[in-house]
Nanobody
Framework: HVQLVESGGGSVQAGGSLRLSCKAS????????MGWFRQVPGNEREGIAA???????SYADSVKGRSTISKDNAKNTLYLQMNSLKPEDTAMYYC??????????????????WGRGTQVTVS
């Protein structure tokens, strides 16, 4: 049984930072590509970052230069470090795992498993 559990969200002032975490059980991060998505109610889910199974990262323009995706295979944990946060970053953030070497950050169909999300609010 695969489970992804996000944590680290919260309320922060504009310009602040947060580090989101995604702990996995039931799968081995070494063999999965991983991604972060976010969604505002009424909008489509937006892919913002992805890492392939070897750790190479890609980012959406909306977060590029302000965010870093990384993973600790030993801990089966994915991270998203977000800096210089803006009010428009307010959303529910989800991690996802794809059953392959490479996932496109903007393509939700590449991902098989999803967490339930953690809320980020920037004011």
């Amino acid at each position: 049984h695969v489970q992804l559990v996000e944590s680290g969200g919260g309320s922060v002032q504009a310009g602040g930072s947060l580090r989101l975490s995604c702990k996995a059980s039931g799968l081995d991060y070494k063999t999965y590509c991983m991604g972060w998505f976010r969604q505002v109610p009424g909008n489509e889910r937006e892919g913002i970052a992805a890492t392939d199974s070897e750790g190479s990262a890609s980012y959406a323009d909306s977060v590029k230069g302000r965010s870093t995706i990384s993973k600790d295979n030993a801990k089966n944990t994915l991270y998203l470090q977000m800096n210089s946060l803006k009010p428009e970053d307010t959303a529910m953030y989800y991690c996802a795992a794809g059953d392959g070497f490479y996932c496109v950050y903007s393509r939700p169909t590449d991902y098989v498993y999803w967490g339930r999300g953690t809320q980020v609010t920037v004011s």
